[in-house]
């Protein structure tokens, strides 16, 4: 299998991809990231065939006889049916918790498979999925970041407005419908990301043997983080709330943010 290591990188990283477009059409109703979300999980769906149909011309064996084997058919007729209801179906939330759920599997999958095999290539790609959980969560965190300050713009924005000072600035501000279209699209980008981040160090904590604290401050206040962020985008997207309302809780929000990444990680049991 691990001759094939990048090849499994790169199905996760395009997986990965098709979850984020699949979320972004989930938020925002968009055709376009609906589109490249379909084609990035065909292309995922066409490299586990090749996986699958080694195993079977190749090696004369199906993927079914043990748990283990069966997490790999299990994620492809789970792509396989994301497909199918994708194509033919307008169900959209379906299509993007069938997906989150079917890469959990594929790289629970993965990463069973190189602890079971023990090589040092098998070894290498636990370690570069632990640098990729890392990886996202601080980019979500810099998509988060920039919400924020588009938030705090907006509010500066909208006082001056309101005060009628300091008119000269109003332009260098930007829009306020702007600034609040911007914001909640950082939101958007960013919730996805975090969520991949933190199912990797999940999984990868399980695989390598490391000893997994639920209740560790840093991986409370991870998952806090996430549902602060998806609660501004059920506001925003069922509730409406736009403008200064949701630009204050994103302040809020990001004050958590900060908390978890400073304070939180330094009581951490097994963080930085």
Partial sequence: ??????????????????????????????????????????????????????????????????????????????????LIINRLFSIHFIVFFTNLFGF?????????????????????????????????????????????????MYLVQYRLLKNKQGMRWIRRLGDLKQLDRYSFMAVTLGVPLLLLGIILGVVWAYVANEEFYWFDLKTFGSFLVLAVYVLYLLLRVIKRYQGKAISIYNTAAFLILIINFLLFSLLSNFHF
């Fill in 1 to 82: 299998m691990f001759e094939s290591r990048w090849l499994y990188e790169i199905i996760l990283i395009i997986y990965g991809l098709s979850l984020t477009c699949y979320f972004i059409d989930f938020i925002q109703s968009n055709q376009k990231a609906n589109r490249i979300a379909f084609w990035l999980l065909s292309m995922v769906w066409i490299i586990q065939s090749f996986f699958l149909c080694k195993q079977v011309f190749l090696e004369n064996s199906f993927p079914i006889l043990s748990l283990y084997d069966g997490l790999f058919f299990y994620s492809f007729v789970l792509v396989t049916l994301s």
């Fill in 104 to 152: 959990f599997i594929l790289l629970l999958y993965i990463l069973t498979k190189a602890k079971r095999e023990g090589l040092e290539q098998g070894v290498q790609l636990v370690n570069e999925i632990l640098i990729t959980h890392i990886t996202l969560s601080i980019v979500s965190y810099g998509f988060f970041t920039l919400s924020f300050l588009l938030s705090i």
